[in-house]
């Protein structure tokens, strides 16, 4: 536990120091896209991985649900909200 | 710990720091629940109460504690466990450059800052209009999902299974939604939606073929793309973000 530890932390501090740097200064244009690379991501793996496998199952509703509640420029909470108790819901009646 | 000396000038002022704070705090909070779950699974998983504190206190990346105590529980070794584990924490390292700008600039509160540079972190940081408000974001985001995670991992520790699973309230669509709200503000330009469905695209389709982690790392190869559309149409604007840290002529 201790290699974890000390190994997600280096990743963390590579990050903001050496890796940070060289990024920035080879690949600068690039540095502004990693956001929508690194959520975009992590979003469909959320939303349909289960296990390694893709799944089509009541998350995927609500995520949309959310999304729908995003693209009306609802409140952080509203999306929160909204996207589980659809799933939640959903879960309920199957 | 102290945000830069200019952070009580906030331009936006109270309110806009009021609202932003309640959304870190939200974020936060949810994490919080997941913490449980956390604390349940590791304990089911016969890891004991003082190691399940000291890991989420001191590795403090959830997806990868999850994957370290599920490699555990299913009866891998310790090298499988912290080697799927770090796997997932190397997308940590890919969001220091996207934040780093906002970090202090003295070493020492850099380093304890980078601990605290996780997905959440980060979403909320990049999504302000600013490096100040980012930085505001960044650290009370960390400070409270940092509280939350840990109080969460600790009650689900000590109150086993007599919790019922998040799924069945439906946590595990929250996330995914969170980060949907979270990468609004990327997607404003060209640029940035060619890169969002692009490692949408990677990212499924890596994911039947991969161990966890990976389909995130490979899907950095979607600013490729990106990268050609903004070349091909340099006058497609940028956002906030692209003219603080990319910004050339």
């Known amino acids: 536990m201790i290699v974890l530890a000390a190994g997600s932390y280096g990743l963390k501090v590579l990050g903001v120091t050496a890796l940070g740097a060289v990024v920035e200064r080879r690949l600068g244009p690039l540095v502004s896209l990693l956001p929508a690379v690194l959520f975009s991501a992590l979003i469909v793996v959320m939303t349909f991985e289960t296990a390694g496998e893709l799944v089509l199952d009541a998350r995927v509703v609500g995520v949309g649900v959310g999304a729908l509640a995003v693209w009306r420029k609802a409140p952080l909470l509203v999306v929160i909200v909204g996207s589980m108790s659809v799933t939640a819901a959903l879960r309920l009646i199957t | ?249």
């Open chain 2, 1 to 249: 710990m102290a945000g830069p000396p200019t952070e009580n000038m906030d331009p936006a002022g109270d309110g806009a720091r009021r609202r932003r704070r309640r959304d870190c705090l939200v974020v936060s909070l949810a994490v919080g629940v997941i913490g449980v779950t956390f604390g349940v699974f590791a304990e089911a998983a016969g890891f004991d109460l003082p190691r399940i504190v000291v890991m989420s206190a001191l590795v403090f990346t959830g997806a990868s504690q999850f994957a370290a105590v599920g490699v555990v529980d299913d009866g891998g070794t310790g090298g499988a466990a912290v080697g799927s584990a770090l796997l997932l924490a190397t997308r940590n390292a890919l969001y220091g450059p996207v934040v780093r700008k906002m970090l202090p600039d003295s070493p020492l509160p850099r380093l304890g800052a980078a601990h605290f540079v996780i997905d959440e972190t980060t979403a909320m940081a990049v999504a302000q209009p600013d490096r100040r408000s980012g930085w505001d974001a960044f650290w009370f985001t960390g400070v409270t999902l940092w509280i939350c995670w840990n109080l969460g991992s600790l009650a689900g520790a000590v109150l086993g299974g007599v919790l019922s699973t998040p799924e069945t309230w439906g946590l595990d669509a929250a996330f995914p939604a969170i980060f949907v709200a979270l990468l609004a503000t990327h997607v404003r330009t060209v640029a940035g939606r060619v890169a969002a469905v692009a490692a949408a695209a990677v990212a499924l389709g890596a994911v039947p073929f991969s161990a966890s982690g990976i389909p995130i790392l490979l899907a950095v190869f979607a600013v490729i793309p990106a990268l050609y559309v903004r070349h091909r149409w340099p006058s497609d604007s940028e956002g906030l973000l692209g003219n603080e840290s990319g910004g050339r002529p």
